[in-house]
């Protein structure tokens, strides 16, 4: 309780003081249409900082029902950074500790080494509905809730036996920080990758042990642990960035977002020697193709009808366009794009059970879209929008970078930069 003394000394360290009280961001915010149980984004940032700032006593648990979307921070127009007070004020002043279920949702790396080191047994499994009820009623996972599957080889185990050692042959290079999903339950994303790097003239290396980039350990309460994460990511990119020249792309827009904005405003990891070099593969891909570096040919008989789902940590960083251009400029196909809207799951939110139908009832309108457009998939650049929509509708869901991959005529492609 120490913690809950009044400091007139303790000035934020966000800006709440621009907040003029327009209520636009209350529109923009996801929880509140399904959850009155959260005061949305005006009370629980900037109007609720001025109180708590003179005495945390007013600091309210239910600020653990904000997803950290930003997409009230998207609407402000004067730039309050509402979801970073908001998450801010809950590492500072929140007592609930966290439980086994967050320490196992939130701990990515250690269930993924297990997991995948006994995929067929783990897989089947959590797939099972006994296995489920029981997540259920011990940890209290929502047993409607569907786990990505594990897969049997790891992406950087399957690098360095396929990959590594060609990736010297490239004049240019890059860094590539793969993330958990890719690592643990889908390295065909990281395959595809290198296949376009490749293509695009690019050797491929990964970084000095990358660790999860700690959104799920941020949002679980585990701070302290998700700042030296942080703080090793940040060592490993300025490795590759500052010593060796090479930028650092990723296909998670979480990841990469986590390590541009979340460090420095929530953990106080300065990143600036990196951030800017630091980017989605498809913004490195689309600038190299603007400036007149890169031309991608495709092949002719692609076609497909894809619908684009911009998730919410896209729309903060600004960069769904990146994908969206790569992805029309495939001859072949017809391109939809889906109201920007939240899919729900918020990373590990969706998956408790206290969580679950709040999730779904912010993911209904974007489902019913999906539903009402008749494609051959989505393409979506965030991991846990795909769970969530592959869970939600009987669409599936591909990452800009695989869709490329599919549609990409290497050969093509590699005579443009080998001329
Ligand atoms: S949109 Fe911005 S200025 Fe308007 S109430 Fe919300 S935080 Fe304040
Ligand atoms: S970050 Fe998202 S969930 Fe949280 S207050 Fe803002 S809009 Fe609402």
Redesign the pocket.
Same mark, same amino acid.
């Not at 393409?379 to 599919?406: F, G, R």
């Given at each position: 309780m120490t913690k809950k003394i009044f400091d007139p000394f303790n000035i934020s360290d966000n800006n709440f003081e621009q907040c003029v009280k327009c209520t636009i #961001?209350t529109v923009?915010?996801?929880?509140m249409p399904v959850n009155p149980e959260f005061p949305?984004?005006k009370q629980?940032?900037p109007d609720g900082e001025r109180l708590r700032l003179k005495d945390p006593g007013f600091f309210d648990e239910s600020l653990k029902l #904000?997803?950290?979307?930003?997409?009230?921070e998207v609407a402000c127009p004067h730039d309050v950074k509402?979801?970073d007070i908001?998450q801010s004020a809950r590492i500072k002043y929140s007592e609930n500790k966290p439980k086994v279920r967050d320490m196992i949702l939130a701990n990515t790396d250690i269930v993924g080494t297990l997991a995948s080191s006994l995929a067929p047994i783990v897989n089947t499994a959590v797939a099972l509905k006994p296995v489920r009820k029981m997540m259920d009623s011990v940890l209290k996972i929502d047993h409607h809730r569907m786990f990505p599957k594990y897969s049997g080889q790891r992406f950087e185990t399957w690098y360095r036996k396929n990959a590594k050692k060609t990736q010297g042959n490239f004049k240019k290079h890059v860094s590539y920080f793969h993330g958990c999903y890719v690592n643990y339950n889908f390295p065909q994303l990281g395959k595809d990758l290198i296949k376009i790097m490749n293509a695009a003239g690019y050797g491929v290396h990964l970084l000095n042990k990358e660790k999860c980039c700690g959104v799920a350990l941020i949002s679980n309460g585990l701070v302290n642990q998700a700042t030296k994460q942080a703080k090793h990511n940040v060592k490993a990119f300025t490795e590759s960035i500052v010593e060796k020249q090479m930028p650092v792309i990723s296909t998670s827009s979480t990841c990469i977002f986590t390590i541009r904005d979340e460090y420095p405003h929530l953990l106080g990891v300065k990143n600036d020697e990196i951030r800017e070099e630091s980017e989605l593969a498809t913004r490195f891909l689309f600038r190299l193709i603007d400036s007149g570096e890169l031309e991608l040919v495709f092949k002719k008989d692609y076609k497909k009808r894809i619908a684009y789902h911009t998730p919410c940590h896209m729309e903060k960083l600004g960069w769904s366009l990146y994908s969206t251009q790569l992805i029309k400029m495939i001859p072949g196909v017809d391109f939809v794009q889906l109201d920007s809207q939240c899919c729900g799951i918020a990373g590990t939110f969706g998956f408790k059970k206290e969580n679950y139908k709040s999730a779904q009832g912010i993911g209904q309108p974007l489902f019913n879209q999906i539903n009402d457009t008749k494609v051959d998939f989505v393409a979506t650049d965030c991991e846990t929008c795909k769970w969530q929509i592959e869970m939600s509708t009987p669409s599936k869901v591909e990452n800009p970078i695989s869709i490329l991959a599919e549609a990409i005529d290497v050969e093509a492609t590699m005579k443009f930069w080998n001329k």
């Amino acid at each position: 309780m120490t913690k809950k003394i009044f400091d007139p000394f303790n000035i934020s360290d966000n800006n709440f003081e621009q907040c003029v009280k327009c209520t636009i #961001c209350t529109v923009y915010c996801p929880v509140m249409p399904v959850n009155p149980e959260f005061p949305g984004p005006k009370q629980s940032g900037p109007d609720g900082e001025r109180l708590r700032l003179k005495d945390p006593g007013f600091f309210d648990e239910s600020l653990k029902l #904000c997803l950290n979307c930003k997409r009230c921070e998207v609407a402000c127009p004067h730039d309050v950074k509402i979801g970073d007070i908001i998450q801010s004020a809950r590492i500072k002043y929140s007592e609930n500790k966290p439980k086994v279920r967050d320490m196992i949702l939130a701990n990515t790396d250690i269930v993924g080494t297990l997991a995948s080191s006994l995929a067929p047994i783990v897989n089947t499994a959590v797939a099972l509905k006994p296995v489920r009820k029981m997540m259920d009623s011990v940890l209290k996972i929502d047993h409607h809730r569907m786990f990505p599957k594990y897969s049997g080889q790891r992406f950087e185990t399957w690098y360095r036996k396929n990959a590594k050692k060609t990736q010297g042959n490239f004049k240019k290079h890059v860094s590539y920080f793969h993330g958990c999903y890719v690592n643990y339950n889908f390295p065909q994303l990281g395959k595809d990758l290198i296949k376009i790097m490749n293509a695009a003239g690019y050797g491929v290396h990964l970084l000095n042990k990358e660790k999860c980039c700690g959104v799920a350990l941020i949002s679980n309460g585990l701070v302290n642990q998700a700042t030296k994460q942080a703080k090793h990511n940040v060592k490993a990119f300025t490795e590759s960035i500052v010593e060796k020249q090479m930028p650092v792309i990723s296909t998670s827009s979480t990841c990469i977002f986590t390590i541009r904005d979340e460090y420095p405003h929530l953990l106080g990891v300065k990143n600036d020697e990196i951030r800017e070099e630091s980017e989605l593969a498809t913004r490195f891909l689309f600038r190299l193709i603007d400036s007149g570096e890169l031309e991608l040919v495709f092949k002719k008989d692609y076609k497909k009808r894809i619908a684009y789902h911009t998730p919410c940590h896209m729309e903060k960083l600004g960069w769904s366009l990146y994908s969206t251009q790569l992805i029309k400029m495939i001859p072949g196909v017809d391109f939809v794009q889906l109201d920007s809207q939240c899919c729900g799951i918020a990373g590990t939110f969706g998956f408790k059970k206290e969580n679950y139908k709040s999730a779904q009832g912010i993911g209904q309108p974007l489902f019913n879209q999906i539903n009402d457009t008749k494609v051959d998939f989505v393409a979506t650049d965030c991991e846990t929008c795909k769970w969530q929509i592959e869970m939600s509708t009987p669409s599936k869901v591909e990452n800009p970078i695989s869709i490329l991959a599919e549609a990409i005529d290497v050969e093509a492609t590699m005579k443009f930069w080998n001329k």
